[in-house]
């Protein structure tokens, strides 16, 4: 079962390090922007952590308490090897020295093979805030001399999901086929009722109805059912063609 920790990273436990982990402006982005990715790689048996920057609260139908169960929820839906809240302010996010060496810290302790960000284009300040204070601690985390907790290290990529509020003809590096996960990602997505159920009109298209258009979107491109799109700025290395749909 995974809860949601919001100790700081010095007074986390020593795990097992993620191959994956994902970092979300608010609890709610990772499950819209990868929720499908994220169920498919930990059925492969990969660890998967989500790092959510701040509460998302204030909202107009949650509350602190409501935000935390919705979250306890959808992370074992998911089936997340780990889950955290950094307790940054939802609204106010920025990119600080103190946040960024807090979010490097972060990134020492679990040790993440991969890192997944926000796309770096979007209308929403915590979420532009966000990506770039994910870049910048993602270089920190690597520094010596320093009182920071953990060894140094330097998480190995950091690629971007699409969780934003503009409405953009972008075009992905890849796509992910979710066909078999698209459940689980819509479940994870329902368990935040407070965002986007209660209070909604729940005659169709209903916003859930979008999600699944949007996903079938992808998936249509790439000749599936359903897909999540992602973005990176440093150029893939692939050892054959062989996953290549």
């Known amino acids: 079962m995974t ?37 498919k790689m930990l059925s492969l048996g990969w660890r998967v952590g989500v790092l959510d920057l701040t509460s998302g609260e204030p909202t107009p139908h949650g509350s602190e308490s409501l935000r935390r169960t919705e979250t306890d929820r959808a992370s074992n839906i998911l089936g997340l090897s780990w889950r955290g809240n950094a307790g940054l302010p939802n609204r106010k996010l920025q990119h600080t020295l103190e946040s960024r060496e807090l979010i490097a810290s972060y990134f020492r302790v679990l040790r993440p093979r991969w890192l997944f960000a926000p796309y770096w284009q979007d209308a929403h300040p915590d979420h532009l805030a966000a990506t770039e204070l ?30 934003i509020h503009l409405r953009l003809a972008v075009a992905p590096n890849w796509i992910v086929d979710i066909s078999d996960f698209w459940d689980i990602k819509r479940a994870s997505i329902e368990a935040y009722q407070s965002q986007f159920i209660a209070g909604r009109d729940p005659q169709p298209p209903t916003l859930m109805d979008e999600f699944r258009v949007e996903a079938a979107n992808w998936g249509r491109l790439i000749h599936r059912k359903y897909g999540e799109p992602f973005a990176t700025k440093e150029p893939l290395a692939l050892e054959s063609l062989a996953g290549i749909l």
């Open 3 to 39: 809860t949601v920790i919001t100790v700081p990273p010095k007074d986390l436990p020593v795990t097992e390090p993620l191959d994956m982990l994902v970092v979300a402006p608010h609890p709610d982005d990772a499950e819209l922007g990868m929720g499908g990715t994220i169920a």
């Open 134 to 163: 994910i870049e910048a601690a993602r270089f920190w985390s690597k520094l010596s001399k320093t009182d920071m907790p953990g060894e140094r290290f330097h998480p190995g990529r950091v690629f971007y999901y699409y969780c």
